[in-house]
């Protein structure tokens, strides 16, 4: 009897959990296309924009590298025709700062789509990957959506200290952030962080999970993913529903319990702490990507023409969950 209740329990819940994790569409199954001449474009913009963010080390430790990246970050954004606006976090290590911009929207423009990822490496790696590649995504939709007509406010930002020692703590850049716009009544109605989004294999076995994540995933990583806690399951399905009908590129996704190691590992958590709906999108960061937080996360490990069919995607996504013109 024991032996069937325990088959019984262990059943019921691996179905629960392919409840949450089956999202709507179907990934991209073709042979990819060559790219387009604007993502070729893309992809020489974020060749530069991860070289100029993260060919060192850049953190409070490594203080003027990080000013540098902040830096660069302000100059090609004003570049584009960006008014950038600065929150400034003082820490025991000295001043440091958030970057925002934004475009403002029309009919509904009180509710904000935010696009986020974090410029700092953690210490002892160069960090190209993580977050270079976030970072330098962001910077691309910023560009190409800086004429958008949205019925939604579109906001992008370049968040300070998501590594430790600071990451979950008050000085950590998003967190900040996120406590001021629930401060300031700012209805977000949705948060992306690109993490760790620029390393893909068609090497089979290339692709690990936490259990038991593994039963329901491909072995191969060579695709994007979307990863919401359980509150936020709406807008997953509503959001990769979307990249899948504009990207001509693989995805995966799944609403999964936060406890999951890897699930709430990034900026998207300090929205989560304050109740906005929000996302991590991520090529699985240390599941996939052989020098995670090591000194051999350099700009070169980085795929650019595979991030630029991901920033093509998510461009479509963001025009139309913004409502674009």
């Known amino acids: 009897m024991l032996f069937w209740l325990t088959l019984a329990a262990a059943t019921a819940w691996l179905l629960w959990l392919w409840y949450r994790v089956k999202v709507p569409g179907v990934s991209y199954p073709g042979a990819l296309k060559p790219l387009s001449v604007e993502e070729r474009v893309i992809a020489d913009n974020l060749r530069q924009h991860v070289a100029a963010i993260a060919s060192r080390e850049h953190n409070l430790w490594n203080r003027q590298a990080l000013e540098e990246a902040a830096g660069y970050i302000e100059r090609t954004l004003s570049g584009i025709g960006y008014a950038v606006g600065a929150q400034r976090i003082e820490t025991e290590l000295g001043e440091v700062r958030n970057l925002e911009v934004e475009v403002p929207g029309g009919a ?12 700092d490496s953690v210490l002892g790696a160069v960090g190209a990957n993580d977050n270079g590649s976030g ?55 949705a948060m992306f962080s690109l993490e760790t989004i620029g390393y893909y294999s068609e090497e089979p076995r290339s692709q690990r999970y936490p259990f038991p994540l593994n039963f329901f995933y491909p072995s191969t990583g060579n695709f994007i993913a979307f990863v919401s806690n359980l509150r936020s399951r709406a807008l997953l399905h509503e959001v990769i529903a979307s990249f899948r009908r504009h990207a001509e590129f693989p995805s995966e996704g799944a609403a999964a319990p936060a406890f999951l190691p890897g699930v709430d590992w990034s900026d998207h958590w300090s929205f989560w702490k304050e109740g906005y709906p929000a996302l991590m999108v991520t090529d699985t960061a240390l599941y996939r990507y052989p020098w995670y937080h090591t000194v051999h996360d350099t700009p070169d490990k980085v795929d650019y023409e595979r991030l630029a069919r991901v920033v093509t995607g998510l461009h479509k996504m963001l025009r139309e969950l913004a409502q674009a013109d």
Do not use: Q
Not at 108 to 119: F, K
């Open 108 to 119: 509904r423009g009180n509710e904000i789509v935010l696009v986020g990822a974090h410029y």
């Open 135 to 189: 970072v330098g995504a962001m910077l691309e939709l910023a560009r190409l959506l800086k004429e958008a007509k949205p019925a939604r406010t579109l906001r992008f930002v370049a968040f300070v200290n998501e590594e430790p020692p600071f990451y979950r703590g008050d000085e950590m850049g998003s967190r900040y952030y996120a406590r001021r716009s629930k401060e300031w009544g700012e209805n977000i109605v």
